[in-house]
């Protein structure tokens, strides 16, 4: 029963079947937030629980296998990787975000920061992942940053931390990848 949603997934998105399998109880703010969609912010709370969770799921590395396996540059893997993620996971959240506007109108704006903070910060975790990459490797660092980022959604004047740091990690990541990706320039 737990692995149902599993079978949906696309292989690509490997992050989220290993995360699913570990934590099936996503679907809990997920329902929460459809079904007190009538309340005023619980969406927009709903939406950040998810993303932490989701985040959740990056915080390991795929061995170089994985990270090999599409035969890319790094320019082209990670551009596949942020589309792929990011349509994935707009895909989650704008149900939320439909029911959030549709049953609080006077809430519009919140809803719409909660989901663009929300989107913003999940493509900064991916950077950060591939900024400190190492194969099969779990990174210290990689929590700290990301930890961050998914504060600043809900602490606003943490963006100018977080921008800077995806900015500086977004060309430490291309370098990272670049080395374990040279085959494929």
């Known amino acids: 029963m737990k692995y149902s949603l599993v079978k949906f997934i696309p292989v ?3 992050e989220w079947i290993s995360g699913l399998r570990k934590y099936p109880f996503i679907v809990i703010p997920y329902v929460m937030g459809i079904a007190l ?18 985040a959740s799921f990056y915080a390991e590395n ?11 540059n790094a320019s082209k893997f990670i551009r596949k990787k942020l589309w792929r993620h990011g349509v994935a996971f ?6 939320l975000t439909i029911f959030g506007i549709a049953f609080n109108s006077e809430t519009i704006y919140i ?9 913003l910060s999940f493509f900064s975790v991916i950077i950060f992942k591939y900024a400190t990459y190492s194969p099969a490797k779990n990174s210290f660092e990689f929590i700290i940053i990301s930890n961050l980022s998914l504060l600043s959604v809900i602490v606003f004047p943490l963006w100018g931390v977080v921008i800077p740091l995806v900015i500086f990690n977004t060309y430490r990541m291309k370098n ?3 080395h374990y990706l040279y085959a494929y320039n």
Do not use: H
């Open 12 to 14: 690509y998105l490997f």
């Open 37 to 54: 969609a009538t309340k005023p912010y619980f969406t927009a709370l709903s939406m950040w629980f998810i993303l932490v969770l989701i």
């Open 62 to 72: 795929e061995p170089l296998e994985l990270l090999l396996k599409d035969e890319v």
């Open 90 to 95: 707009a895909i989650v959240l704008l149900p």
């Open 111 to 119: 809803t719409l920061y909660a989901f663009g903070t929300c989107m």
């Open 176 to 178: 990272k990848l670049n």
